[in-house]
């Protein structure tokens, strides 16, 4: 139904940049909102960002001023540029977005599978 595909991970370095993508497809109607969340070992998965379908963006307060969260004009892409990576941010990084299934009756969550990202020198 929904295919969220990341892309975008792996090795940084401390002080350096990451961008992950995530494109959405599949039965989808619409789509709300989409969001990056992560999860570190033994810890709780965390939003780090999340933008709407107006534009509107938050972002965790641990990433603000270093990742920028954006979406392709057809809003079905969403990237999150990573800059000023740091070693506690090693975790898996999971794209969500908040849709409407052709034919469904209201907005859900959808997961892509996650993507490593590893933060060390």
């Known amino acids: 139904q929904v295919q969220l595909v990341e892309s975008g991970g792996g090795l940084g370095q401390p002080g350096g940049s990451l961008r992950l993508s995530c494109a959405a497809s599949g039965s989808i109607s619409d789509i709300n909102r989409m969001a990056w969340y992560r999860q570190a070992p033994g810890k709780e998965r965390e939003l780090v960002a999340m933008i709407t379908r107006g534009g509107s963006s938050n972002y965790a307060d641990s990433v603000k001023g270093r990742f920028t969260i954006s979406r392709d004009f057809a809003w079905t892409t969403v990237y999150l540029q990573m800059n000023s990576l740091k070693p506690e941010e090693t975790a898996v990084y999971y794209c969500?977005?908040?849709?409407?299934?052709?034919?469904?009756?209201?907005?859900?969550?959808?997961w892509g599978q996650g993507t490593q990202v590893t933060v060390s020198s």
């Open positions: 969500n977005i908040d849709a409407l299934l052709l034919g469904g009756l209201r907005y859900k969550d959808y």
